[in-house]
């Protein structure tokens, strides 16, 4: 059934105010409580709602039917106050108006009162009485309490409609357990029956609002995936207006990136548990350049269906600024640093992209055909490459890389290795792998090894003493710090040890020591605080008096 028909049902009932029960069913989170909420207040913007009172209720775990009766009257509200934020205010003056129908003693008795729960009893009593030609909204039928059965419900909704005069619209989850009794007495009860079931353009068309240039694009991409949760659509919508202010600085393509995204992110997190035709969001971040066809990696048979349906979506490579916005799906925030950055960098790649011969354009030469043409894509990404490693990640090399080993073109891809390292070896951090390699996406062994071999050599700059000056006595510190001290020899520091004199010097010595205490501490780490100890047991062996003062960083004397 289509919006537009469901549409037309709701406002002929609300319109109409003669006594009736509209019941809307479809599956969970497709939208039925969003779209009522929806339309009714369009209803009463425009003035459309026939009966001047107005109650919703969520029987979510209710188990009684005075309990039931009782919460309805609590939140009913005047037509006029729909769409606003009703609170104990409105229970009062409900409460009050309830005992001013019962006489003015009652009346003074409330005005004089703070609470309204030494009259709890009496307005439970009545406050079903005062029920008449209401609109009342019930949600979540088949999650209502055990103590509260589904034939009660609808026998109470029945008198509503008879005896109260009152419209009942009736919300409720289609294929739930539980629902036997709403089927075997729902042709003695219910008026009017529509099934919810509007599909992903229409949902996406609920959740999104058309006023900004955005939302074309996001229901386009929601659309393409099939995604008609509409929780699931506004998680989306929410991440998506928390990064818009963060990219409004860069190229158009940066925020279609975060679009495209975040959409396949936030869908595969939260629905790949319970489908397994959905992706995980650990397969599609980790797969860097396997989802393009390169490298021997095995791949089960679901999985190749998962590969087909990014490749559906136009996703064919996870980049840094992609592993940032997965991270932000999964907590629900930004870490605007770290987003920032990864922004900038593929920022600077699309602009050079645009440029003639770029890298990217060179690509194509490899996505956009069946061409037997090998050797043209080698020379062209080959070529391409010498003039833009100012602007490809490590993960692209990696990537071509791969690709040029798996055509048989070893020594161009140990050349352009060479290239990119002698191109940006000023670039210190870039070749640092524990932080650059977190994700396990750069997996060319020769690469990992150059990379290292420069990094260690970059950071080495620094003696052991600057190093320990900048982080003794504090928690943080860089890779680069471990490198220098791991590779400082014993008899360095056994120098460092006996010459520092002072306070800062039993600083130096437990900042050493303390990488070895690490519960999962690093090989390097081990290094550092072995050749630090091994340095002391050689100053406790000097002296006795060397000896208690080593043994009270708890370093063994038995071989000193």
Known sequence: M????????????LASGEPGVLAIKGEWGVGKTFTWNKYLLEARNENRIGLRKYSYISIFGINSIDVFKYSIFENVIDRKLIGTEANV???????????????????????????????AP??????????????????????????????????????LKEQKKC????LLNDGEEGLDDYAKYREKVIDIELAFEPDSDECASIAYPAQTSIYPRLRELTTSLGIRNIRILKKIERLVNLSIPLVEDFEPEILDQVLHSIVLFTWSFFCSKSNEDIPSLEFITSKGYALLGIGDEEVSEQQKKWQTTLQAYNYQLTDELDIVLGEAVKTGYFVEEDFKEKASTKNQQIIASKSEGSFSNAWRLYHDTFNDNGAEVINGLYESFKENCKYITPTNLNGTVSLFRELGEEEKASEIIDIYIDKRKDETELFNMEENNFFGDIRDQEIIDKFNAVYSQSVTTENAKQVLDRIAGKNGWNQSDE?????????DYYTLFKTETGRHLSSFVTTCLKFGQFGNASDQQKEIANKATEALQ???????????????????????
């Open 483 to 491: 490198v220098v001290l791991a590779n400082t020899s014993v008899d």
């Open 89 to 119: 205010d409105t229970f009062k003056k409900n409460s009050a108006d309830l005992l001013a129908s019962l006489g003015r003693k009652s009346v003074r008795l409330v005005k004089g009162a703070s609470l309204l729960k030494d009259f």
């Open 2 to 13: 289509t919006l537009a028909i469901i549409k037309n049902q709701i406002d002929k009932f």
């Open 167 to 170: 419209q009942v619209v009736i």
């Open 122 to 159: 009496a307005i439970e009593s009545f406050s079903f009485l005062s029920l008449e030609k209401h609109l009342i909204c019930i949600d979540d039928l088949e999650r209502k309490g055990k103590g509260l059965s589904i034939k009660d419900v609808l026998g109470l909704v029945s008198l």
């Open 538 to 560: 050689k100053i406790a062996a000097e002296s006795e008096i060397n000896k208690r003062r080593v043994k009270k960083f708890g370093i063994s004397i038995e071989n000193a």
